[in-house]
């Protein structure tokens, strides 16, 4: 069974950077793409970024290209979310996701089928 841990949320100040990551275990990593989104309170989970399963293409959200970077590392299982010059309106949680079958008509919708628990992003003005 697939399990995601996200981990480096926090407080930042506008302007700032962080680096979240998601360890992947329980089946293969290397045969799945990835997704990061997120969920602000009181809207609904919205795309970020995502990454075939071998790093060959990644997917943007337009409200973070240029400035989000996604990024895997089949050798420890790990997909990485990159965030600077972050701003006030990037606060949510953030979840990633994994899917074997996604295909690049929905690896931007939240149609993946495995989720992490969420990590808490605070960008402060």
């Known amino acids: 069974q697939v399990q995601l841990v996200e981990s480096g949320g926090g407080l930042v100040q506008a302007g700032g950077s962080l680096r979240l990551s998601c360890a992947f275990s329980?089946?293969?990593?290397?045969?799945?793409?990835m997704g990061w989104f997120r969920q602000a309170p009181g809207k609904e989970r919205e795309f970020v970024a995502a990454?075939?399963?071998?790093?060959?293409?990644?997917y943007y959200a337009d409200s973070v290209k240029g400035r989000f970077t996604i990024s895997r590392d089949n050798a420890k299982n790990t997909v990485y979310l990159q965030m600077n010059s972050l701003k006030p309106e990037d606060t949510a949680v953030y979840y990633c996701?994994?899917?074997?079958?996604?295909?690049?008509?929905?690896?931007?919708?939240?149609?993946?089928?495995?989720w992490g628990q969420g990590t808490q992003v605070t960008v402060s003005s």
């Open positions: 329980g089946r293969t990593f290397s045969n799945y793409a």
């Open positions: 990454i075939t399963w071998n790093g060959g293409s990644t």
């Open positions: 996701a994994a899917d074997a079958w996604i295909t690049m008509a929905t690896i931007t919708t939240p149609r993946y089928n495995h």
